[in-house]
């Protein structure tokens, strides 16, 4: 009974082995909630990515984010937040890719863009869309069909730029400059 029951596994085991299954067909090696991934230059925060949910794809070096928020940090002040409802870490190419109704709000600029998908190089401190956005800066307004920033979003190169300015000249007033401001924006 012992030999008939090892030459079943034997037999179970070399059936299974000729498959050529990726992480992503059997799934995740490990999850966990409550996720917190940061980098950290001269003890201040570069930037910080937090999900409510992470998969680790070990063979494949991913994390898979459910609900992941992505915050530049600037001498160890909060600059910019990217929101999103999922999203992929790829550890080994040192890229963070954001979709599904992606929300960034950058403080210091005082700019709220949404689009469907940002990619960040966390080497190079750059983010960029390829899929269509919309920026609001206080009440003007620019549609275009991607971006490339860079880590504050000082610097914002548009691609194929469309703007709606204010119909009213009270309604160029300077941008938010504190956070309690931004926050209280329409």
Do not use: H
């Not at 890719?97 to 469907?116: A, C, E, F, M, R």
């Not at 691609?159 to 709606?164: A, C, G, P, S």
């Amino acid at each position: 009974m012992k030999i008939v029951l090892f030459l079943l596994l034997a037999c179970f085991v070399a059936c299974n082995s000729n498959k050529a299954q990726t992480p992503l067909e059997t799934g995740p090696q490990q999850q966990a909630t409550k996720v917190i991934i940061s980098q950290n230059q001269s003890a201040q925060n570069d930037w910080s990515l937090s999900a409510d949910k992470a998969e680790f794809f070990d063979v494949q070096n991913q994390v898979r984010l459910y609900d992941p928020v992505l915050i530049y940090s600037k001498e160890g002040t909060q600059d910019s937040t990217l929101k999103a409802k999922e999203g992929w870490y790829d550890i080994s190419k040192n890229l963070i890719i954001l979709t599904g109704d992606v929300q960034i709000s950058s403080l210091p600029q005082s700019i709220k863009i949404n689009t469907k998908e940002v990619y960040y190089d966390t080497n190079k401190k750059e983010s960029w869309s390829v899929t269509p956005i919309k920026m609001k800066r206080g009440k003007t307004t620019l549609n275009a069909k991607g971006f490339k920033a860079n880590q504050d979003f000082s610097q914002i190169e548009l691609f194929k730029q469309k703007t709606n300015l204010p119909k009213e000249m009270q309604d160029f007033q300077p941008a938010p400059l504190t956070l309690q401001e931004a926050l209280n924006e329409n």
